[in-house]
Structures are given as C-alpha cells and as structure tokens.
C-alpha cells in the first residue's frame, strides 16, 4: 500500500546504509525528494537509481534553507524525514504512518522510538541510555513526521520547526526505527565522525532486522569491540 507522504531525504557521504535506508520506505510513500549536499564516497552513484538534485556542500547555516525548500515542494499534508542511514521495518513504518494520518488536525508532529545501533547492525542501546526529551518523554525518540505547514529553524545539527515540550501538538507512536548513528556511515571516513561517534556498549540483540537488511552481509562486531563495551559497562555500573 501506498502512503501520502513526502519524504524528505537530505544526505552526504552515506554510503554504507542510504541503499537500505531507502529501499525500506520509498515503496511505500507517495513522494520523495532527496538532496545530496557534497558526498565525496559512493552515495551519488547509489543515488542515481532515483530522482535526486545534487546541491554541492553547504554550510550548516544552510541547511535549514534547504529543509525549508523541500516542504515548499511538498503535495502531501505530511511528510517524513529519513535520513540515510535510518532503516525501517516494514510493519513499524506503515504502522506509523497509518497512526500519524489518523491524528486530529492540532497535531502538528509525530515521533517514535530509535534503536541506535553499536558495534553492528545486530545490537543496539538500552532505551533507558537515551536523553531526548520529547512531549514530556525521555530516552532514544525522533520525531519523524511533520505537518507541511511548519517550518524549519535554526542551524544544523539542532534545526528544528516545532515545539518539542509542546505536548498538545506532538503524538508519540510506540514503535521504532533502526538508526545507524553510532557506526561509520560512509567508505570514506575511518572512524565515527562530527556529533555522532562510536559508543561502546554491549547493546540488545536485535529480534527483529528490517527486511532490508536481512539478506546483507555486514560483519559482525569484533573481539576488541566486545571487550571494550564489556569494561565500559562496569564503569558506568560505577557511576
């Protein structure tokens, strides 16, 4: 089934999970409209499967401008952020959207849980390790679905277009997506860089991988890995 949404889809240097990322939404929206702002690795030859405008690098003060521009050529009443290197499931997204168009019209956003990934694909972090605050709620949650009459404001990576403490016109939906944040997103980067970087933790193991992801071959965490979260739980049973 298809959904009237328009997703907003904003990337650079997202090589390892853009693929994945879209592959588990785009069948099941109305529209998309993806911008990349400058990768250097292998996400522009992915891009080219789809439609696409490649904007050049941008400072983060322009980010929000071209947020902005996209809901000006928005169609649909809602529109979703995915970034690339967030992956659904299946169930979780149509669940989602299904809740968020059956919202009454004060509500102006909808969000959700993360599960945020380390080490791999397979794990991710405790809930109660998540410190956003949304609608009176703490822990990992992202809103995800917006309204197209809000706007963007303020500057990358803290832009934002409604009241996050504003509980009359924020809906919680209790599921959840996939969010690479805490893994190296790109062929071209070392290591975890900028606001995101790795955490070591020894993470939940994940009962239920996106169907996209299922059949991928990511490596699993190594021996190191393990054993650092392994000392990293103990000093933070301390604190």
């Given amino acids: ?16 999970f853009v693929k994945y990322a879209l592959e588990s939404v785009l069948p099941y929206i109305s529209n998309y409209i993806i ?28 980010i929000t401008k ?39 019209k004060e509500i ?13 694909i397979y794990h991710y972090r405790n809930g109660t390790s998540g410190k956003y605050n949304i609608a009176g709620m703490t822990g990992h949650l992202n809103i995800r679905a917006y309204r197209k009459e809000v706007r963007w404001a303020g500057d990358y990576p803290l832009e934002h277009c409604v009241d996050s403490t504003d509980k009359n016109s924020l809906a919680f939906y209790d599921g959840y997506y996939l969010h690479m944040t805490h893994l190296k997103r790109s062929s071209s980067q070392s290591s975890v860089l900028g606001f995101r970087k790795r955490v070591f933790d020894l993470g939940i193991k994940s009962d ?20 650092i979260a ?10």
């Fill in 208 to 227: 239920n991988l996106p169907e996209v992801l299922q059949s991928a071959n990511f490596p699993k965490r190594s021996k190191l890995y393990e054993a």
């Fill in 35 to 62: 911008y990349d702002t400058g990768s250097t690795d292998k996400t522009v030859e992915i891009l080219k499967k789809y439609q696409f405008e490649e904007k050049g690098p941008k400072h983060p003060n322009e």
């Fill in 66 to 104: 071209l947020r902005n521009e996209m809901i000006d050529k928005t169609k649909t009443d809602w529109f979703l952020l995915l970034d690339g290197d967030e992956v659904w499931n299946k169930d979780q997204l149509e669940n989602y959207l299904k809740f968020t168009l059956s919202q009454p």
């Fill in 230 to 239: 392994g000392a990293a739980a103990i000093v933070r049973n301390l604190k």
């Fill in 108 to 120: 102006k956003a909808t969000f959700l849980r993360t599960r945020n990934c380390v080490g791999d």
């Fill in 1 to 16: 089934m298809m959904y009237p949404f328009t997703a907003h889809i904003l990337v650079r240097n997202e090589d390892q």
